[in-house]
T-cell receptor, first 115, second 114 residues
Framework: AQSVTQLDSQVPVFEEAPVELRCNYS??????LFWYVQYPNQGLQLLLK??????LVKGINGFEAEFNKSQTSFHLRKPSVHISDTAEYFC?????????????FGQGTRLTINP | DTEVTQTPKHLVMGMTNKKSLKCEQH?????MYWYKQKAKKPPELMFV???????INESVPSRFSPECPNSSLLNLHLHALQPEDSALYLC?????????????FGSGTRLTVV
């Protein structure tokens, strides 16, 4: 089975400051890794994903994440945040394999940007 | 079309009512999913349909009944729900086999059971 731990439930930062949201995963098999963002009263939007290849993944809205297999981590970063980045962020994994697979989510990190 | 469309966006129902949630996608995805999300919690998987057949049921109570009439449409029939079933219900779809590609969520139906 797979599991995901998001190490911070809440992260407050000032506008234009850098931010890192931390995610660790556990799995006995190879996985795909994702970061999703959820704005209030909305569904989930994919920020970025790691499938294979380069460990540095660039996504939408200026976010990037780095896959570290030895540390089983997939931390999300942005060099300069905006008020509009205030949202809930979920790290998720799915297992490689044939057939439809489910996403396993972390508990989420609430990112709050202060002016 | 790269969207998953869910209707209605909001639903209030009594505990004796029968209602249905609808989900539609036209991306040619052959896997479709229902997730339930309680406030301040991550989404939790309920059901997975793969090629229009139910492939995963995460021990969901029988008062929730999924249906996949065709490859583009997914329904969730609701009957005799409890107030604790109030939540955001999210539909998603993905290309089968390679779920990392094209896993797309709808904007959800906010369900309130009174």
């Amino acid at each position: 089975a797979q599991s995901v731990t998001q190490l911070d439930s809440q992260v407050p930062v000032f506008e234009e400051a850098p931010v890192e949201l931390r995610c660790n995963y556990s799995s006995s098999v190879s996985v795909y890794l994702f970061w999703y963002v959820q704005y209030p009263n909305q569904g989930l939007q994919l920020l970025l994903k790691y499938l294979s290849g380069s460990t540095l993944v660039k996504g939408i809205n200026g976010f990037e994440a780095e896959f570290n297999k030895s540390q089983t981590s997939f931390h999300l970063r942005k060099p300069s945040v905006h008020i509009s980045d205030t949202a809930e962020y979920f790290c998720a994994v799915s297992r490689l394999g044939q057939g439809a697979q489910k996403l396993v989510f972390g508990q989420g990190t609430r990112l709050t940007i202060n002016p | 079309d790269t969207e998953v469309t869910q209707t209605p966006k909001h639903l209030v129902m009594g505990m004796t009512n029968k209602k249905s949630l609808k989900c539609e996608q036209h991306m040619g995805h052959r896997a479709m999913y229902w997730y339930k999300q309680k406030a301040k919690k991550p989404p939790e998987l309920m059901f997975v349909y793969s090629y229009e057949k139910l492939s995963i049921n995460e021990s969901v109570p029988s008062r929730f009944s999924p249906e996949c009439p065709n490859s583009s449409l997914l329904n969730l029939h609701l009957h005799a729900l409890q107030p604790e079933d109030s939540a955001l219900y999210l539909c998603a779809s993905s290309q089968d086999r390679r779920t990392g590609i094209g896993y797309t969520f709808g904007s959800g139906t906010r369900l309130t059971v009174v």
